[in-house]
T-cell receptor, first 110, second 112 residues
Framework: EDQVTQSPEALRLQEGESSSLNCSYT??????LFWYRQDPGKGPEFLFTLYSAGEEKEKERLKATLTKKESFLHITAPKPEDSATYLCAVQVTGSYIPTFGRGTSLIVHP | NAGVTQTPKFQVLKTGQSMTLQCAQD?????MYWYRQDPGMGLRLIYY???????DKGEVPNGYNVSRLNKREFSLRLESAAPSQTSVYFCASTILTGDEQFFGPGTRLTVL
């Protein structure tokens, strides 16, 4: 059975305190790994897609990386507006549907 | 472009009542999805439509039906609502299955 596990469940940071969120997966064949951001009361918003081990993508203070077993979302010098829940999802080769992790709730204090 | 729109935004039902959640996208996407999101459970797929004219069950289809009305619209119906169906429902679409998904704002449903 395909599994996606995100850690930690919740993370509190001070503004400017860099950290990383983890998404580990056990799937039979990875087609793609997706990161989304979800603000309270809203739908998830797409951030990145990673397809192969070693790939990295950046957007402002966020950088996503991928290995054969896990992905990291690195947040550099976060600001309070980065507070949100970050979701990871994996798409398996030959499947029409992604499997989502349960998310990491990030709070950045000013 | 409005992206993915959902109606209604909020709904309260009594046990046994029926209702239809509406979803539409204006991005010319081929695939559409219905999820439910519950605290501590993450997003769980209810049904999806890989292309116009097809629908398939996801992880938690019991108690729901769907209709892919045309390429733009994908509705979710609760025939006889139960308290266990209290949740936030999200519709999503993708250009093709396997691509990044675009989500609607959600429908918050309470079943009493």
């Amino acid at each position: 059975e395909d599994q996606v596990t995100q850690s930690p469940e919740a993370l509190r940071l001070q503004e400017g305190e860099s950290s990383s969120l983890n998404c580990s997966y056990t799937v039979s064949g990875l087609r793609g790994l997706f990161w989304y951001r979800q603000d309270p009361g809203k739908g998830p918003e797409f951030l990145f897609t990673l397809y192969s081990a070693g790939e990295e993508k950046e957007k402002e203070r966020l950088k996503a990386t991928l290995t054969k077993k896990e992905s990291f979302l690195h947040i550099t010098a976060p600001k309070p507006e980065d507070s949100a829940t970050y979701l990871c999802a994996v798409q398996v080769t030959g499947s029409y549907i992604p499997t989502f992790g349960r998310g990491t709730s990030l709070i950045v204090h000013p | 472009n409005a992206g993915v729109t959902q109606t209604p935004k909020f709904q309260v039902l009594k046990t046994g009542q029926s209702m239809t959640l509406q979803c539409a996208q204006d991005m010319n996407h081929n695939s559409m999805y219905w999820y439910r999101q519950d605290p501590g459970m993450g997003l769980r797929l209810i049904y999806y439509s890989a292309s116009e004219g097809t629908t398939d069950k996801g992880e938690v289809p019991n108690g729901y039906n769907v209709s892919r009305l045309n390429k733009r619209e994908f509705s979710l119906r609760l025939e006889s609502a139960a308290p266990s169906q209290t949740s936030v429902y999200f519709c999503a679409s993708t250009i093709l299955t396997g691509d990044e998904q675009f989500f609607g704002p959600g429908t918050r449903l309470t079943v009493l």
